[in-house]
C-alpha cells in the first residue's frame, strides 16, 4: 500500500502533517501514541481494508518519536489533534486512536465543540476514575507504567533487527529513549491521565468502541468499570490475553471487532 504526504502545518511552533493511503469511502482518521509514528498504522489499516471500503488518514503529531515536549507548557493534545484534522481534505467520519493518541481523542469528544463524526475507536486509552487519588503511589506506578511502555515501543519500532542486537544494548537504546524524552513527555502523559476525571464524559453522544488488553494496567479493573459508568456511549472490549499494543500484537482480531463496529455505524457509502 502506497501513502503520500496531503498536507502539513506549524501550529505554535509545533509541525503537524497528514498522510493519506490508498483507499475511496468515509475518512477513517488514525492518531498514534507517544513516542510512536503515523506509519505504525500501516499494518493495522492493511488489515482493516478488508472490510468495508474506506480512506485511511494518519497523522503525525508533535508528540511522535523523537519530538521534543515543549508544547506541555503551551497547549494540550486534543488542541493540537484539532489542528491536524483542520488539514483534512474531507470531513472525518471516524477517529481511531492509541494510547496517548486515543485520549487525545477522547479529550476531543468530551470538548463542547466536538467534531461531528459518526463514531470513535480508543485503543488501549487509560483513564482516572474519580474516586482513585492523585498520591506519591499513583505517581510512582504511572512512571513505571510509562517506562515499560516506552521501552515495549522502541523494540517494537526495532521489528527484526531487533534479533541481531544483543539484550544488553536493547536496554541501552531503551534507557537514552527515555533519557531524550525527559521528564515532559512523563508530563504530558501524567497531566492527560489524572485530568481524564474531569472530563464531561456524560455528554458524550458519538457511539465509541473501546478496546484494551487486560494485561495492560491503563485500563483494568476498576478502571474499565468506572469509564463506563462515566461514558454511557462507550462500549468496552477487553481482551483477555491482549497488552498494550494489542492491536499490532492481534491485528486480525482487533480489526475485525472494529469492522463490526464500522458495519452498525451509518456510514455513508462509497463511491
Avoid at 509541525?15 to 488514525?30: C, I, K, M, Q
Avoid at 483542520?86 to 463542547?112: I, Q, R, T
Avoid at 480508543?122 to 482513585?132: G, H
Wanted: net charge negative; with cysteine; aromatic share 8%.
Amino acid at each position: 500500500m502506497t501513502w503520500y504526504h496531503v498536507d502539513e502545518t506549524g501550529h505554535d511552533g509545533e509541525r503537524l502533517a497528514v498522510h493519506r493511503g490508498p483507499g475511496s469511502g468515509p475518512a477513517l482518521v488514525f492518531v498514534h501514541g507517544l513516542e510512536d509514528s503515523w506509519q505504525s498504522w500501516q499494518p493495522f489499516v492493511e488489515e482493516l481494508a478488508a472490510g468495508r471500503p474506506f480512506t485511511p488518514y494518519a497523522l503525525d503529531l508533535p508528540w511522535r518519536a523523537g519530538a521534543g515536549y515543549g508544547w506541555v507548557h503551551r497547549t494540550s493534545p486534543a488542541e493540537l489533534l484539532r489542528h491536524a484534522l483542520a488539514l483534512l481534505p474531507e470531513p472525518p467520519v471516524l477517529l481511531v486512536g492509541h494510547s496517548f493518541g486515543a485520549n487525545g481523542v477522547l479529550e476531543l469528544l468530551a470538548a463542547a465543540d466536538r467534531p461531528a463524526v459518526a463514531g470513535a475507536v480508543l485503543l488501549a486509552p487509560y483513564y482516572r476514575p474519580p474516586d482513585d487519588p492523585i498520591t506519591w503511589q499513583l505517581f510512582d506506578r504511572e512512571l513505571s507504567r510509562f517506562r515499560s511502555v516506552i521501552g515495549e515501543g522502541l523494540r517494537r519500532r526495532l521489528g527484526q533487527r531487533r534479533r541481531a542486537l544483543p539484550p544488553e544494548l536493547v536496554d541501552t537504546m531503551v534507557e537514552k529513549a527515555l533519557d531524550r524524552v525527559g521528564p515532559l513527555g512523563f508530563v504530558a502523559l501524567l497531566r492527560q491521565f489524572v485530568t481524564t476525571a474531569d472530563l464531561e464524559l456524560s455528554a458524550v453522544d458519538v457511539p465509541t468502541l473501546v478496546i484494551s488488553g487486560a494485561l495492560d494496567p491503563a485500563l483494568a479493573g476498576h478502571r474499565t468499570d468506572a469509564l463506563l459508568r462515566a461514558m454511557p456511549a462507550a462500549n468496552v472490549h477487553t481482551r483477555p490475553d491482549g497488552g498494550h499494543f494489542c492491536h499490532l500484537e492481534q491485528v486480525s482480531e482487533v480489526t475485525g471487532e472494529v469492522r463490526r463496529f464500522l458495519a452498525a455505524l451509518p456510514l455513508p457509502v462509497a463511491v
